[in-house]
């Protein structure tokens, strides 16, 4: 059976989910000095409480949306006959609920589409449900293609 065939049978399924991944404020702080993105929400633990209805800081949410390849490298299968694979983009994205310091996030993956790009090459859409652990919404919801190489 070619990946491509595997794959089309798996439309619609949930593929996997990923190891828990602590946010902690060092997180959050490292994030902001990578990106240069320092606003109090994130980085003031003292005026996001005072000023914030989130109680304290919160993730970025390109943060979060960023642990999505730590995430497929504990949550989704490994695929026979796969020579690597690549970031493709994102279809859409929704950031549903905030991410207190401190929490634990994981990746849920349902595999949407699958379909031949190119000779050799094979695209595939994964929809990402982000759940923050013990909250009743998810931090995120994505669309996140990738290039298979086989």
């Known amino acids: 059976m070619s ?3 595997h794959l089309s049978g798996q439309i ?22 990578v990106t240069e993105d320092h606003q109090f929400i994130h980085v003031n633990p003292e005026m996001a409480k005072q000023f914030t209805p989130f109680g304290g800081t919160i993730a970025h949410g390109f943060l979060t949306l960023s ?7 504990t949550g989704l299968p ?13 279809n859409k ?26 000779p050799g090459q094979i695209l ?11 909250a009743p919404k998810p931090a995120l919801v994505a669309d996140w293609l990738s290039l298979i190489f086989v």
């Open 12 to 33: 619609g399924q949930e593929l996997g989910v990923s190891d828990w991944i602590e946010i902690s404020q060092e997180r959050i702080n490292t994030f902001a000095d």
């Open 124 to 134: 595939q859409c994964h929809t990402v449900t982000v759940e923050i652990d013990g």
């Open 67 to 73: 642990l999505l390849s730590r995430m497929a490298e």
């Open 93 to 118: 994205v929704r950031f549903l609920t905030p991410v207190p310091s401190g929490a634990r996030v994981r990746g849920r993956f349902v595999l949407a589409s699958a379909e031949e790009k190119n």
């Open 3 to 5: 990946v491509l065939e």
């Open 78 to 90: 490994k695929l026979e006959g796969a020579k690597m694979g690549m970031n493709y983009g994102l």
